[in-house]
């Protein structure tokens, strides 16, 4: 069965710590993964996908087919970087599973 | 381009009651997906239309029921509602034609309703 995990509600951090934003996955076939994030008051963007292997805002996450993770990490967090994040699997059918969100906060 | 627009953007209705959301997709989309967001949760997989048909669905009862229309916009309609209904829902569109790997979807702002 197809499953994303997100283990951490809440990330608190200080301005120009690093960040790692940890995501699990299941799927049975090739996964393709992503990163949504949301800002306040905002809609639910894509940040970044593992297909383009980019850097997008300083974040990058690299797909461990071994571990089954996704993690998204950043090396110097920025008070703007504080969103809820997401992380989802694209399976069949161009149907995305999600998971349930880590809201990352950055201190000044 | 305005993206995924969505309305409304709120809504109160009653337990039994009955609720149609609206969604158009972004420019050169043909494929709009539904998705219910609980409050702490992530978005869940209601259904998605495609050439005016339901392609695929989720876990959710048969009380969840959609349309698209030929301009490609689509409509999500709950009958029946209960109490957990209450929720953030999201429409995502995409385009069937540019599916491949790598190709995410857009999301609207979402409608959120809250039934008492």
């Known amino acids: 069965a197809q499953r994303v995990t997100q283990p951490e509600k809440l990330l608190s951090v200080f301005k120009g710590a690093p960040v790692e934003l940890k995501c699990n996955y299941s799927y049975s076939g090739s996964p393709e993964l992503f990163w949504y994030v949301q800002y306040s008051r905002q809609r639910l963007q894509l940040l970044l996908r593992h297909i383009s292997r980019e850097s997008i805002k300083g974040f990058t996450a690299d797909l461990n087919k071994g571990e089954t993770s996704f993690h998204l990490k950043k090396p110097f967090a920025q008070e703007e970087d504080s969103a809820m994040y997401y992380c989802a699997l694209k399976g069949n059918f161009n149907k995305f599973y999600f998971g349930s969100g880590t809201k990352l906060n950055v201190k000044p | 381009d305005a993206g995924v627009t969505q309305s409304p953007t709120h809504l109160i209705k009653t337990r039994g009651q009955q609720v149609t959301l609206r969604c158009s997709p972004k420019?050169?989309?043909?494929?709009v997906s539904w998705y219910q967001q609980a409050l702490g949760q992530g978005p869940q997989f209601i259904f998605q239309?495609?050439?005016?048909?339901?392609?695929q669905r989720g876990n959710f009862p048969d009380r969840f029921s959609g349309h698209q229309f030929p301009n490609y916009s689509s409509e999500l309609n709950v009958n029946a509602l209960l109490l957990g209904d209450s929720a953030l829902y999201l429409c995502?569109?995409?385009?069937?034609?540019?599916?491949?790997?790598?190709?995410?979807?857009?999301f609207g702002n979402g409608t959120r309703l809250t039934v008492t």
């Open positions: 239309y495609y050439e005016e048909e339901e392609r």
């Open positions: 995502a569109s995409s385009s069937r034609q540019g599916a491949g790997r790598g190709s995410p979807l857009h």
């Open positions: 420019s050169g989309h043909d494929t």
